[in-house]
T-cell receptor, first 111, second 115 residues
Framework: SQQGEEDPQALSIQEGENATMNCSYKTSINNLQWYRQNSGRGLVHLILIRSNEREKHSGRLRVTLDTSKKSSSLLITASRAADTASYFCATDASNTDKLIFGTGTRLQVFP | DAGITQSPRHKVTETGTPVTLRCHQTENHRYMYWYRQDPGHGLRLIHYSYGVKDTDKGEVSDGYSVSRSKTEDFLLTLESATSSQTSVYFC??????????????FGNGTRLTVT
């Protein structure tokens, strides 16, 4: 079963709007990571947030982590058409070397 | 793409035939992974390796085997391909330490169709 589940499954917005994606997971984690996948390509790492961090920024990306609720959110501000992609959260499973991915959110940004 | 090459990029094969997919890296990273990606399931871990000749199973390892005789190469073999193994296969690498402490770098995938 998936460790992480993203919500919503799909999101459509206009350029300039903000996009928020959520990830929920089941067990305790060391870190949570977010990845982006453009169509037909491999995943690209965006940001890693450690379990003792609550918020992290990288450019137009803002990630929050609430370990008490076992959830994370990814906010993309001032979205661009080039942000159109699928976004995945990933967590370690029970302190192993395995990184388990969620099913992803498909983001469509219209010009 | 972080020096990761997957081959072949596309393959069509028949049910019951063995298939080997290759992942080659030029980064000298310790950890290598094979994932499969299917609609509605996201990415699922098949096998991974934490060093030469050191491998372990992931979530969906049945019907697959792996080998890692050199740091740079990680092979995924479908012993007898089935239609349920039609998928896009991704190789990933990470270093240093374990995957949960460092990001994964992915190849561009191999699209496998089993007819």
């Amino acid at each position: 079963s998936q460790q992480g589940e993203e919500d919503p499954q799909a999101l459509s917005i206009q350029e300039g709007e903000n996009a928020t994606m959520n990830c929920s997971y089941k067990t305790s984690i060391n870190n949570l990571q977010w990845y982006r996948q453009n169509s037909g390509r491999g995943l690209v790492h965006l940001i890693l947030i450690r379990s003792n961090e609550r918020e992290k920024h990288s450019g137009r990306l803002r990630v929050t982590l609430d370990t008490s609720k076992k959830s994370s959110s990814l906010l993309i501000t001032a979205s661009r058409a080039a942000d159109t992609a699928s976004y995945f959260c990933a967590t370690d499973a029970s302190n192993t070397d395995k990184l388990i991915f969620g099913t992803g959110t498909r983001l469509q940004v219209f010009p | 793409d972080a020096g990761i090459t997957q081959s072949p990029r596309h393959k069509v094969t028949e049910t019951g035939t063995p298939v080997t997919l290759r992942c080659h890296q030029t980064e000298n990273h310790r950890y290598m992974y094979w994932y499969r990606q299917d609609p509605g399931h996201g990415l699922r871990l098949i096998h991974y390796s934490y060093g030469v000749k050191d491998t372990d199973k992931g979530e969906v390892s049945d019907g697959y085997s792996v080998s890692r005789s050199k740091t740079e190469d990680f092979l995924l073999t479908l012993e007898s391909a089935t239609s349920s193994q039609t998928s896009v296969y991704f190789c990933a690498i990470s270093d240093p330490g374990s995957s949960y402490n460092s990001p994964l770098h992915f190849g561009n995938g191999t699209r496998l169709t089993v007819t």
